[in-house]
């Protein structure tokens, strides 16, 4: 029961399957061929993640998803996995028929071949038959999986891979799987189909249509191709490539673009399509040119013309490049879409745009175009659009037609009578087109544009219609061939006959520029019978209707101007103002008169009648009545208006002027009229034509009345002279004199502090002018202040008003009522009171208050001057215990008042300030003396002072803190200033306080800091031994034994010096020992602070120490180094030196090594012979922790010395510049 086995090939992704794909049937030993419905497993292999498929019922498209980049199909069926991507083509399976030869063998046992991505699923191998079968799978498999790499690459081989299309009608590839290459199986399909060459538009094109099979290959007839059209394209000859390919050619021709044609593969029963692909023919578009050429005729010579065009760059469609231009032609034909020509003239360059055309017949129509050809066979396209000409006769007219008669037949119409010369002198075979007839009038010098008539129009006669009458006319005759023009004829006349004058039109009858009258104007009679016209003309006028009284003229009377000049426009003066005229205009001549239509117009309205003078009554000082009389309808000369008063102020010159609308009103009151005034008054009527001439002039004079108020009083102050005011005013409106003005005033607020309302009003005087000053008044008051005037017969007017503030004045009295106010220790203050209400108080605006205090214990200091707002002002930051004065004035707007009479205060007492100058001198080790002055600010009485001291630091003890408590004196009289301080400890930095007291208690404390001498009697320090154990080549280790008294020691020195080698004593006492910089010879090696000091100091170890180098020694050299105890302050120091050690510096030698012990091999001692074994154990021993304590010790000094200054040597020109007197 052999397996089957499938391979897929997907093109939709370029992509093939796993190899070995295997498809297992679930009814086993039954093989499943194409187009069952049987169910059949696919698997892949190991090499993709086990991708699986179902194989069901036929169907026409593969669907598909990818679980990697594997393919699965193609073939019928239903493919599915993990990742939900589908794909669709239809795709046959393929049988693989050598793989059907290796499962027939008989490998039915489970093998793993996944080199090669084979999965074989069968039940377990029949006994005896396997062998063969696993040496073929296995040799097979092999062969296979060696061929892999070469069938990707063969993948990519346009015979193997091929397009087709999909179900979206793309294209899809097809990838031939790489068994193929091993002849082992093949599908049936169209490899390609292509486009041989690209020809011209309507030129052959091969199409070559590929297809592959299974041996045998595809037939002859198995190969087919169809137009878009479905028209079916026989083969011209066909192809076999390979024992599984042909080729198959088809010729087509495509004349358009976007032509499309399928090569469809049969099956071999020729009924069913395997497979189909889709081609676009492509080809050049053939040139042609848009517009049509320009054809220009030679008429020198009748049987050439010259043909122009523009460049196909230019104007032309299609595909280039263009060869050459070709001129075609033919006979003339109105066949639409014709584009066969007769006629063709070549060109050979494709830059000529124009062409000579000869040969031609003369009198013959032409058609012309242009054809543009391009490379290859085929490349001329169609012709332009064509340009039609007629060529012109052999020759020219040689002579003129003959012109017969020219009679009148009607009032604007003259009969031509002519006949042509004879044929032999036309110059063309033909008979001439057209008569050109030239007319114009006997009275013009030039003929105007001919009119012309066919020849065909029966021959000899032509009326010549719409001419004018009582007109001359000349006619002259020529005639046309398409080679010119003939000569003309001699000339010919005519006339119209004479008939009466036709209408005169009237265009223009308007009112007169200039007085009650019309203007007509007409224009000449105008039509065929114009010429008739003798310009004699008849003007008629008649009045109708009066339009201001609204009446019609019953019997109207007509009226005749005549015009005998020939002028066509006239004035008719003298007519009626605002009346209704018919005028019309008559032309005559000898045979008779036009009529005459009428035209109506209005005159214009004149000025109306000049009224009768107005009467004057009821005159008053403001008002009177004018009266007059109605006008006549007939003085009205056009549509009433108004009638119009003028009335002129004579004083003023001011004029009122007024309408009255209605016709019947005769009378008005004229109100508001200037008092003692005299008036003209004048009446005149409105009409719509304007105002017509005033009456005669009236005048009337208005009675007298009170003045007005007096406006504009203004008031203003006098700066100079407060107790004045300067009053200006305008003059009323009145129109009656003033005789005078009464000024009068009254006080409404005195000196601002003071009111009065008792309305009295005082009279300062009487005043002819617009000013005034009135005198006498308080300074700084407000008062009201008023203007009448007075008129004779009349008398005093109501007055004007103003209130005005009197000009302010510096005041001349003091503030009074100054008292003294709370008394504190730095604060005083104080309170005034206003000054009355009197001219020398309150006679400005008060601002404020002026406070003076001044310090009479201390007259040099400055005064302190407060501007205060108010009558109550505090001064602080006093002094205490201090006597001031105070004095107070006002502040006005006019200046300030004098200084008050002085009032004085003492501040209280306060603690006083730091006693001042506080100094220490005469220090020696156990006594100071502390000095000073009284306190800058004692702030009241000092009763005492009080002194106090303490030990603030002592250098000499590390282990020191400053007490708390202080010792001294408490009370010290008032007038002690020093204090002298005993038992004091030398070289100790001591505190002084200081403060002073008063009655109210003990002030600022001032403090003072100074060190006590240093100790002189300080023992010598024992001379410092060398320690051979621990020196060096350039070291020199010494001990540093204690003092038996250091208790004002503050630090210790190591001194060294260079002395001979003779190891003698040398006396360094008073030399100077600065640092090693300063003199290498002799110098401070060490500087070690008290509670820093060990029992030994290696001299030379390069270290810094207290700010002085160590410098190595020189091997072989001799020193003198002493030791030294320093008691020093900030300001001295005390140096007590031990005698000298002199010591050369050498190598020293290493120590011979120590014996241990026994050796451990010797056998134990005898008894009785323990003794000196057990002693030198011991003293071994005690060697041993000596010489560890020793390291031991060492060690910590070297560690502790670390600590202190950095273990390296210093650069010299860091070290403390320091100096120690020996």
Excluded at 170 to 187: I, Q
Excluded at 191 to 202: E, I, V, Y
Excluded at 357 to 370: C, H, K, M, S
Excluded at 742 to 747: D, I, N
Aim: charged fraction near 20%; aromatic fraction near 8%.
């Amino acid at each position: 029961m052999g397996e089957v086995m499938w391979h897929f090939v997907s093109c939709n992704v370029g992509w093939r399957t796993n190899m070995g794909i295997s498809l297992a049937p679930s009814n086993v030993g039954t093989r499943q061929r194409r187009g069952t419905t049987d169910r059949a497993v696919v698997s892949g292999g190991p090499s993709r993640g086990g991708v699986k498929a179902e194989t069901r019922q036929p169907a026409s498209e593969l669907q598909f998803s990818q679980a990697s980049r594997d393919v699965i199909g193609p073939g019928h069926g239903t493919v599915s996995s993990s990742v939900q991507e589908t794909y669709q083509m239809g795709v046959d399976l393929v049988c693989v028929s050598c793989l059907w030869t290796l499962t027939y063998i008989g490998v039915r046992q489970r093998t793993k071949r996944e080199a090669i991505g084979l999965d074989i699923t069968d039940p377990p191998l029949m006994a005896g038959g396997n062998k063969m079968g696993i040496i073929a799978a296995a040799g097979f498999a092999f062969l296979i999986y060696s061929k892999k790499k070469r069938s990707i690459m063969l993948q990519k081989n346009p015979r193997v891979a091929m397009n087709r299309p999909n179900s979206t009608g793309s294209s899809d590839k097809l990838c031939s799987p790489w068994f193929c290459e091993l002849r082992s199986c093949v599908e049936r399909a169209i490899t390609s189909l292509s486009q041989a060459t690209k020809p011209n538009a309507g030129q052959p094109v091969p199409l070559l249509c590929e297809a592959m099979d299974m041996p045998p290959i595809p037939g002859p007839n198995a190969l087919t191709l169809t137009g878009s059209d479905g028209v079916e394209v026989t083969a011209s000859e066909t192809t076999v490539l390979a024992s599984n390919r042909r080729v198959t050619t088809f010729i087509v021709t495509v004349v358009d673009l976007g032509k499309e044609f399928t090569c469809s593969l049969l099956d071999s029963d020729g009924t069913t399509v395997l497979d189909r692909q889709t081609i676009t023919v492509n080809v050049y578009v053939l040139p042609f040119l848009q517009s049509p050429p320009t054809i220009v005729l030679d008429y020198l010579v009748s049987t050439e013309l010259t043909i122009t065009w523009l460049q196909w760059e230019t104007d032309g469609l299609g595909d280039g490049p263009v060869l050459r231009y070709e001129v075609v032609y033919r006979n003339k034909t109105n066949v639409e879409g014709d584009t066969s020509y007769d006629y063709k003239l070549g060109l050979d360059s494709n830059q000529t745009t124009t062409a000579r055309v000869t040969g031609l017949r003369t009198e013959q129509e032409y058609d012309f175009a242009v054809v543009v050809v391009r490379e290859g066979e085929g490349g001329a396209g169609k012709p332009s659009n064509k340009t039609t000409i007629t060529t012109i006769c052999a020759g020219m007219p040689t002579s003129a037609p003959i012109v017969v008669s020219l009679t009148a037949i009607g009032p604007t119409e003259l009969q031509l009578v002519w006949r042509l010369p004879p044929p032999s002198t036309w110059g063309c075979r033909n008979t001439p087109s057209s008569i050109l007839i030239n007319l114009k009038e006997s009275s013009e010098d030039y003929f105007g544009f001919p009119v012309a008539i066919e020849t065909a129009d029966p021959p000899g006669i032509f009326n010549i219609t719409n001419l004018l009458s009582c007109t001359t006319y000349d006619v002259q005759l020529y005639y046309i061939t398409s080679a010119g023009f003939s000569p003309p004829s001699e000339v010919i006349n005519g006339s119209t006959p004479r008939t009466a004058p036709p209408r005169a039109r009237l265009f223009r009858l308007d009112n007169a520029q200039d007085g009650v009258g019309l203007f007509a104007q007409w224009s000449p009679p105008e039509g065929p019978a114009k010429r008739c016209d003798t310009g004699m003309y008849h003007v008629h006028y008649t009045l109708l209707r009066l339009e201001a009284c609204d009446t019609d003229i019953v019997s109207p009377t007509t009226y005749v101007k005549v015009i005998g000049d020939g002028s066509t426009s006239t004035t008719l003066d003298d007519l009626v103002p605002y009346a209704t005229y018919n005028v019309s205009v008559v032309s005559t001549n000898e045979v008779g008169m036009s009529d005459d239509p009428p035209r109506t117009r209005t005159t214009v309205a004149a000025f109306a009648a000049v009224l009768p003078p107005v009467q004057v009554t009821d005159v008053t000082a403001r008002s009177f009545i004018i009266r007059w009389e109605r006008i006549p309808c007939e003085d009205l000369h056009g549509d009433f208006t108004a009638y119009r008063y003028f009335v002129t102020n004579n004083k003023t010159g001011d004029l009122t002027l007024s309408y009255i609308n209605d016709i019947d009103v005769t009378t008005a009151r004229l109100m508001y009229r200037t008092p003692c005034s005299p008036y003209d008054i004048q009446m005149t009527l409105y009409n719509d034509q304007g105002e017509g001439d005033r009456s005669e002039n009236v005048r009337v004079t208005t009675d007298a009345e009170v003045p007005p108020s007096v406006p504009n009083v203004v008031a203003s102050s006098v700066d100079e002279n407060p107790s004045e005011l300067g009053l200006t005013w305008d003059e009323p409106q009145s129109g009656c004199p003033i005789e005078y003005y009464k000024v009068s005033y009254e006080l409404v607020n005195k000196f601002m502090c003071e009111t009065h309302d008792e309305g009295v009003h005082i009279v300062a005087g009487n005043a002819t002018h617009l000013s005034y000053t009135i005198m006498d008044l308080f300074p700084f008051s407000t008062y009201f202040v008023y203007v009448e005037g007075f008129t004779e017969g009349a008398g005093f007017g109501m007055p004007g008003r103003t209130v005005q503030d009197t000009a302010e004045k510096a005041p001349t009295a003091a503030p009074d009522r100054l008292e003294v106010g709370q008394i504190f220790r730095r604060e005083l203050s104080f309170s005034c009171g206003y000054p009355p209400c009197t001219a020398g108080g309150r006679s400005s605006r008060i601002l404020g208050f002026t406070y003076n205090l001044t310090d009479l214990l201390n007259p040099g200091n400055p005064s302190t001057v407060i501007e205060g707002e108010n009558s109550r002002q505090v001064f602080d930051g006093l002094v205490p215990n201090t006597r001031y004065s105070l004095q107070v004035k006002l502040r006005t707007n006019a200046g300030d008042g004098p200084y008050s009479e002085p009032i004085e205060a003492t501040t209280l007492e306060d603690r006083p300030g730091p006693p001042s100058n506080v100094t220490i001198s005469e220090i020696g080790e156990t006594t100071m003396t502390v000095t000073w002055e009284v306190p800058i600010e004692p702030n009241g009485i000092i009763t005492a002072y009080e002194v106090y001291y303490r030990a603030i630091e002592k250098p000499y003890n590390p282990f020191f803190t400053s007490p708390s408590s202080w010792a001294g004196s408490p009370l010290l009289g008032p007038s002690v200033l020093s204090n002298i301080f005993t038992q004091l400890e030398p070289g100790t930095k001591y505190q002084v306080l200081l403060t002073a007291r008063t009655a109210v208690g003990t002030g600022e404390d001032a403090s003072v800091e100074a060190f006590t001498k240093p100790k002189t009697d300080i023992p010598k320090p024992a001379p410092p031994t060398v320690d051979a154990s621990t020196s060096t080549a350039t070291t020199v280790a010494i001990s540093l034994p204690n003092d038996e008294d250091d208790t004002y020691v503050t630090s210790y020195l190591i001194a060294v010096k260079k002395t001979s080698n003779k190891r003698a004593a040398v006396d360094i006492d008073g030399e100077v020992f600065g640092t090693y910089n300063e003199n290498p010879n002799a110098y401070i090696a060490a500087e070690i602070v008290k509670g820093e000091k060990t029992n030994s100091f290696v001299v030379g170890d390069g270290v810094m120490y207290g700010g002085y180098l160590n410098a190595p020694l020189v091997t072989g050299t001799t020193y003198s180094i002493r030791t030294g105890s320093a008691s020093k302050t900030d300001t001295a120091s005390i140096v007590s030196w031990s005698e000298p050690l002199v010591a050369e510096v050498r190598r020293y030698g290493p120590k011979p090594p120590a014996t241990i012990g026994p050796d451990i091999t010797d056998p134990p001692p005898m008894a009785g012979d323990n003794k000196v074994g057990i002693i030198a154990a011991v003293v071994i021993v005690v060697i041993l922790l000596v010489a560890v304590s020793g390291f031991a010790f060492l060690f910590f000094l070297k560690k502790k010395r670390d600590a202190q200054e950095p273990a390296s040597t210093v650069d010299q020109t860091q070290m403390k510049e320091r100096e120690v007197e020996i």
